[in-house]
């Protein structure tokens, strides 16, 4: 009999399931579930976008492209970040990857070798610390706080630094928290970092869904930070692609020759359908992405209202399409809420915790969902809340 247990990876045996995927998996094997859990538009990908895909399909653009990807798309991207970002880059400085995912992963194992230090602010995404462990590297988290807007302060990264690290991952607008780092804020983060040989992978996957009237700003757009930073986009949620799986990075040429090495190595290229309805995306469907935005903008005003509303605390996101509402009066932790709610009123949400232990006391809440949909959970989320309080 062999021996597993000697023969799997040690960092792949310590990392945790998703917790994202944990309650959306139960949910899925339950009748009458309401789903507020997944990061995935309720849009369909918009047509032009589609017929694109389907005409490539048609005319037979079914090979291999390009390791880095089609030259049109890499430049289609360079040209989107000018006019929307203000960030020049070369279709040379330029790499379409399996989703922004794929993307995230490169850059962490083009730089990371054992013991090298990976500063991560949580609450945030699920893949960047287990990413950083598979390659050897050691996550260390930095907490954002509510009463900081969940924003990260320069105070807390010149603490964090130590000889060993080697990167910073800057995830805003932020998921699973919905906030934004303003120029004046990226700016004191920058004062620190300016000087040292510690890389940015920002993670701008939201960039489109940033309200309130200002456009997102980069980091790489400030003074000397630029060439110590790799911006990673895609087109999963402004352009409701998921399905599509496609993303880049754009970024310093060194760092972007690495993640190309290694890129070849593990999937060759990125779906040749996918990249080139993407040409279109960015450059014939602005009007779509707004429409979306202006929708998701009503979405999440409407939740923070209903849960303030509830009781539940809600900071209100100025990015992303999620709110992360307060659950602490309950007296239940995350998991409790999550797994009690889920059992007794089938509404599947995300417990904080799984988005790092800052998070525990709160959960997560998806406003990718119409306004039916919406508001048919709230109804069944306040009445468990009643409940749960006549018990208490």
Same mark, same amino acid.
């Given at each position: 009999?062999?021996?597993?247990?000697?023969?799997?990876?040690?960092?792949?045996?310590? =990392?945790?399931?998703?917790?994202?995927?944990?309650?959306?998996?139960?949910?899925?094997?339950?009748d009458?579930? =309401?789903?507020?859990?997944?990061?995935?538009?309720?849009?369909?990908?918009? !047509?032009?976008?589609?017929?694109?895909?389907i005409?490539? /399909?048609?005319?037979?653009?079914?090979?291999?492209?390009?390791n880095?990807?089609?030259?049109?798309l890499?430049?289609?991207?360079?040209?989107?970040?000018?006019?929307? #970002?203000?960030l020049?880059?070369?279709?040379?400085?330029?790499?379409?990857?399996?989703?922004?995912?794929?993307a995230?992963?490169?850059?962490?194992?083009?730089?990371?070798?054992?013991?090298?230090?990976?500063?991560?602010?949580?609450?945030?995404? +699920?893949?960047?610390?287990? =990413?950083?462990?598979?390659?050897?590297?050691?996550?260390?988290?930095?907490i954002?706080?509510?009463e900081?807007?969940?924003?990260?302060?320069p105070?807390?990264?010149?603490?964090?630094?130590?000889?060993?690290?080697?990167?910073?991952?800057?995830?805003?607008?932020?998921?699973?928290?919905?906030?934004?780092?303003?120029?004046?804020?990226?700016?004191?983060?920058?004062?620190?970092?300016?000087?040292?040989?510690?890389?940015? +992978?920002?993670?701008?996957?939201?960039?489109? /869904?940033?309200?309130?009237?200002?456009?997102?700003?980069?980091?790489?757009?400030?003074?000397?930070?630029?060439?110590?930073? +790799?911006?990673?986009?895609?087109?999963?949620?402004?352009?409701?692609?998921?399905? !599509?799986? /496609?993303?880049?990075?754009?970024?310093?040429?060194?760092?972007?020759?690495?993640? /190309?090495?290694?890129?070849?190595?593990?999937?060759?290229?990125?779906?040749?359908?996918?990249?080139?309805?993407?040409?279109?995306?960015?450059?014939?469907?602005?009007?779509?992405?707004?429409?979306?935005?202006?929708?998701?903008?009503?979405?999440?005003?409407?939740?923070?209202?209903? #849960?303030?509303?509830?009781?539940?605390?809600?900071?209100?996101?100025?990015?992303?399409?999620?709110v992360?509402?307060?659950?602490?009066?309950?007296?239940?932790?995350?998991?409790?809420?999550?797994?009690?709610?889920?059992?007794?009123?089938?509404?599947?949400?995300?417990?904080?915790?799984?988005?790092?232990?800052?998070?525990?006391?709160?959960?997560?809440?998806?406003?990718?969902?119409?306004?039916?949909?919406?508001l048919?959970?709230?109804?069944?989320?306040?009445?468990?809340?009643?409940?749960?309080?006549?018990?208490?």
């Open positions: 009999m062999i021996n597993y247990d000697k023969l799997l990876s040690e960092n792949g045996k310590k =990392i945790k399931p998703s917790g994202i995927r944990k309650f959306f998996d139960i949910a899925a094997t339950m009458n579930i =309401i789903s507020l859990s997944l990061g995935e538009p309720d849009f369909k990908t918009p !047509w032009l976008i589609r017929k694109k895909g005409l490539a /399909l048609e005319k037979g653009k079914t090979q291999y492209t390009g880095a990807g089609i030259f049109e890499r430049r289609a991207i360079c040209t989107y970040m000018k006019r929307r #970002f203000e020049e880059y070369s279709p040379d400085d330029t790499l379409v990857t399996v989703g922004g995912s794929e995230i992963d490169l850059a962490v194992r083009a730089i990371v070798n054992p013991g090298d230090e990976v500063l991560v602010p949580e609450p945030s995404f +699920v893949c960047y610390g287990p =990413i950083v462990e598979l390659a050897g590297g050691v996550a260390v988290p930095l954002t706080k509510v900081d807007n969940f924003k990260l302060t105070q807390a990264v010149k603490q964090a630094i130590t000889p060993r690290t080697k990167a910073l991952i800057l995830p805003f607008p932020n998921n699973p928290t919905g906030a934004v780092m303003r120029r004046d804020e990226l700016e004191k983060i920058a004062a620190v970092l300016r000087g040292t040989e510690i890389l940015i +992978v920002s993670d701008e996957i939201y960039a489109e /869904l940033t309200y309130g009237g200002e456009r997102h700003v980069s980091i790489a757009e400030l003074s000397e930070m630029k060439e110590r930073t +790799v911006v990673i986009g895609g087109f999963s949620k402004a352009f409701a692609m998921t399905g !599509w799986r /496609l993303g880049w990075a754009c970024g310093p040429a060194p760092v972007i020759d690495l993640m /190309l090495k290694i890129h070849q190595y593990a999937v060759m290229c990125s779906p040749t359908i996918s990249q080139f309805a993407a040409i279109t995306a960015l450059s014939e469907c602005d009007d779509d992405v707004k429409y979306m935005v202006e929708e998701y903008d009503v979405r999440r005003r409407l939740c923070v209202k209903i #849960f303030n509303d509830m009781g539940l605390e809600t900071f209100t996101p100025e990015g992303a399409f999620y992360f509402p307060s659950i602490k009066r309950t007296g239940l932790s995350s998991q409790e809420f999550c797994e009690k709610l889920l059992k007794e009123k089938r509404i599947a949400v995300t417990p904080g915790d799984a988005f790092g232990q800052s998070g525990e006391g709160f959960i997560r809440v998806s406003c990718a969902y119409s306004v039916n949909h919406l048919t959970a709230m109804k069944r989320i306040e009445e468990f809340l009643n409940e749960t309080q006549s018990l208490c």
